[in-house]
Nanobody
Framework: VQLQASGGGLVQPGGSLRLSCAAS????????LGWFRQAPGKEREFVAA??????YYGDSAKGRFTTSGDNAKNTLYLQMNSLKPEDTAVYYC???????????WGQGTQVTVSS
């Protein structure tokens, strides 16, 4: 399984970014896929996931972030709106087990929210 996140960058508070995660080595719609993030000195934080067609969001993402998948492109997306400085972190996409553990993840993408 290979997962490659992209689309991060520097954005001002209140701005938007769209992250993409290209997945290979798996049958895309047979896996639960999601996003987590990690800021320096902080623990990993759940952001969002699509698990058996149900979408879940972490508290910090609710109302601002939307995740979706394109089965034809084997790609997972994370649309992030109304970004805040506290959203600054490296964002990773991952496969998620039935027990809500992160099984596989690739190189993350840096998101920096700053004026």
């Amino acid at each position: 399984v290979q997962l490659q996140a992209s689309g991060g960058g520097l954005v001002q508070p209140g701005g938007s970014l769209r992250l993409s995660c290209a997945a290979s080595g798996l049958t895309f719609n047979s896996y639960a896929l999601g996003w987590f993030r990690q800021a320096p000195g902080k623990e990993r934080e759940f952001v969002a996931a699509i698990k058996w067609s149900v979408v879940y969001y972490g508290d910090s993402a609710k109302g601002r972030f939307t995740t979706s998948g394109d089965n034809a492109k084997n790609t997972l997306y994370l649309q992030m709106n109304s970004l805040k400085p506290e959203d600054t972190a490296v964002y990773y996409c991952a496969t998620i087990t039935s027990g809500w553990h992160y099984a596989s993840w690739g190189q993350g993408t840096q998101v920096t929210v700053s004026s």
